[in-house]
């Protein structure tokens, strides 16, 4: 077979010139070159985050160690983990990441509050009793709601969120809310999430079977049985699925809890409260142009660690229950 | 009550029962819930205009000043033309970079990857990959491409991050285009004696190219309004020139977002004022591809 391709047995394209076949190889490289790229950006992910990061906890980077630099820890393990103030460009410097952490935290519960809730009714709505005329205006605002930039979801947090909304209410409950707080963040975060739950969830309800609504009904079941007592078990795991994605882009959202949620790394839970993300304090910090090598610098990598393997694990958790649904109806 | 009654209830006179009530008022929820998003997004669009309006009516911002000076810390002299020149220029380099990578690694799983082990492994990665926070792919720029290839924080690297960021976005909408051209097509390609490339150059993609021409105007859509990136790369840069590629450099949205933290309220109003800028920007990338997929989209009858 000197002429033929693994694909091609029969050698059909034998009378293909050589030229045409070459090409045909070169190609085939050039495309596997492009799948590489996003290859080598998770192994870049993994390896930059790691090697700064290690410059961050020990004197020396990570491949400069591997190369024969000494390994002399300077930032402990147990103050990153457990100290309880975030404070690396500080005078007197402090490196307990639970502040941001916990702001990080904050945000995406208090989010997961309005998305959640909100996008499993809106789910329900669409997919077991909104008409085609209703549906046909529904998905495309929510699919424009959530093609907004999260800059405009900040921006909308301090011009509308919290002057008309939050303040009304913290003047109710006893709350004095300033330009920037907790709840203003969450809440953006939460609306913006809305369309991602809304709609995935949505697709695990349409996928379950009629059958089974049929049957429901045949027993004499209500709509509000139907829809609460079989569609909503038999889509769980895709509707939990949407719920982890929603929660991981909450993690990781940045711009929208920059403006909103304030800079002020502290644990508390009052929500009229500033607090500071970990995303917020990386962007923060990359505006303050910290030189190569300071330990603000190093910081960002080590808090861009700790934020991407949180949002990884959600991701993987998210592959196993999309899965799992996939087994289940398709 | 015995059963007889309340079925009569239930089928003839149709009275409120628990259930009706029970049910209506949960529907009455589901709609309320549909409804929230909906008018958060007109609050959202209403403030907008509104703050807009206000810009120009009560600071007196000239819309043409406002388009045509550049990045200033003189909220006078403020403008926005520095920066729509430079989400411009990121948008053409992105557009390249992203357009040929993620339609390239598409069509190798879709045309070329043996199904194993190796492909199903690239596949999660990909979905990882998309499920990355932005301000990654802007710390990953940062340390190999700003400090560690040392080109500095110009628009170019601000670009690759965007690139990187939307390049699994293109190639699953990518992926889905090319099923979407059955098999019967390439087979009367090969039939006709045309290598596997000259198949997937003249009749794959060109047949494909309406879906994958949407899902990339949708995705630089997305990369267009990205701003924690381009601050991780250092774009929050205040300057009188206008960028080009090699220039370091300010875009909308980071612009938008030093407008919106100042205290003055005027630079809070033409943060407003450059939202509805980029808004419109946006809306009109998403027609173009609501538009390309209606015009164009081939039809194969099975």
Redesign the interface.
């Known amino acids: 077979m000197s002429t033929g391709t693994g694909s091609d047995p029969a050698g059909i394209t034998r009378d293909v010139s050589k030229e045409d076949q070459k090409r045909d190889r070169q190609v085939k490289y050039v495309l596997l070159g492009c799948a590489g790229v996003t290859v080598a950006t998770t192994v870049a992910i993994f390896l930059v985050l790691f090697d700064n990061a290690s410059g961050y906890f020990f004197e020396n980077r990570l491949h400069e160690i591997v190369l024969g630099a000494s390994v002399e820890q300077v930032i402990t393990f147990t103050e990153f983990f457990t100290g309880t103030r975030w404070a690396p460009d500080h005078s007197t410097p402090a490196h307990g990441i639970l502040p941001i952490v916990w702001g990080t935290l904050t945000i995406t519960v208090g989010a997961a509050f309005i998305s959640i809730p909100i996008g499993t009714a809106t789910a329900l709505y669409v997919s077991e009793y909104s008409s085609g005329r209703v549906r046909a205006y529904l998905k495309p605002s929510l699919e424009v709601l959530a093609g907004i930039p999260t800059i405009v979801y900040g921006y909308f947090a301090i011009s509308v969120v919290t002057p008309f909304i939050l303040s009304p209410v913290g003047e109710v409950v006893g709350l004095s809310f300033g330009r920037r707080s907790m709840a203003a963040g969450a809440f953006v975060v939460g609306v913006m999430t809305i369309p991602m739950v809304a709609s995935i969830s949505e697709d695990a309800m349409n996928s379950v079977p009629y059958d089974l609504r049929n049957g429901a009904y045949a027993l004499g079941a209500t709509k509000f049985d139907v829809s609460t007592k079989v569609v909503l078990p038999a889509a769980v795991s895709g509707i939990f699925a949407s719920y982890i994605l929603a929660v991981s882009r909450a993690i990781g959202e940045t711009m929208a809890v920059a403006l909103a949620a304030g800079m002020t790394a502290r644990i508390t839970l009052n929500p009229s409260e500033q607090i500071m993300t970990m995303t917020t304090y990386m962007v923060n910090m990359a505006r303050g142009e910290s030189a190569v090598g300071t330990v603000e610098y190093q910081s960002l990598f080590a808090v861009g660690l700790v934020l991407f393997l949180m949002t990884l694990a959600m991701n993987l958790l998210n592959d196993r229950l999309k899965q799992r649904f996939r087994e289940e109806y398709q | 009550m015995t059963v007889e009654e309340s079925e009569n209830e239930t089928i003839l006179d149709r009275g409120v029962s628990y259930?009706d009530v029970?049910?209506r008022l949960?529907?009455a929820?589901?709609?309320?819930?549909?409804f929230?998003?909906?008018a958060?997004?007109a609050?959202?669009l209403w403030?907008?205009i509104a703050?807009t309006y206000s810009a120009i009516f009560e600071f007196g911002v000239n819309p043409r000043d406002f388009l045509t000076q550049t990045s200033s810390r003189n909220v006078e002299k403020a403008g926005f033309y520095s920066a729509i020149v430079g989400s411009l220029w990121l948008m053409v380099i992105v557009s390249v970079i992203a357009f040929?990578?993620?339609?390239?690694?598409a069509?190798?799983?879709e045309e070329?990857?043996p199904d194993n082990r190796w492909t199903r492994l690239?596949e999660?990665?990909?979905?990882?990959?998309a499920?990355?926070?932005?301000?990654?792919y802007?710390?990953?720029v940062?340390?190999?491409v700003v400090?560690?290839a040392g080109i500095g924080?110009i628009l170019l690297a601000g670009a690759v991050a965007l690139a990187?960021l939307i390049?699994?976005i293109i190639?699953v909408s990518s992926i889905e285009a090319l099923r979407a051209v059955p098999d019967s097509v390439r087979q009367g390609s090969?039939?006709a004696?045309a290598?596997?490339?000259?198949t997937i150059r003249n009749v794959v993609l060109p047949a494909a190219m309406p879906g994958i021409m949407t899902g990339t105007i949708?995705a630089l859509?997305?990369a267009i309004?990205?701003?924690?990136p381009l601050?991780?790369?250092?774009a929050?840069f205040i300057t009188t020139r206008t960028p080009g590629p090699f220039d370091r450099f300010g875009a909308m949205?980071t612009e938008?977002?030093t407008w919106?933290?100042q205290p003055e309220r005027q630079f809070?109003a033409m943060?407003?004022f450059g939202?509805l800028v980029?808004?419109v920007v946006?809306?009109s990338m998403?027609g173009l591809a609501v538009y390309v997929r209606r015009r164009y989209e081939v039809e194969f009858g099975e």
């Open positions: 259930e029970r049910g949960f529907l929820v589901c709609v309320a819930a549909s929230f998003g909906i958060m997004l609050l959202l403030d907008v703050t040929f990578v993620g339609v390239g690694t069509v190798y799983l070329y990857a690239f999660a990665n990909l979905a990882n990959l499920g990355v926070p932005s301000v990654v802007g710390l990953l940062l340390g190999v400090n560690g924080p990187l390049v699994p190639i090969a039939a004696g290598t596997k490339w000259q949708l859509a997305r309004g990205e701003t924690a601050i991780m790369v250092g929050l949205p938008i977002y919106a933290a809070i943060a407003g939202i980029l808004l946006l809306f998403q």
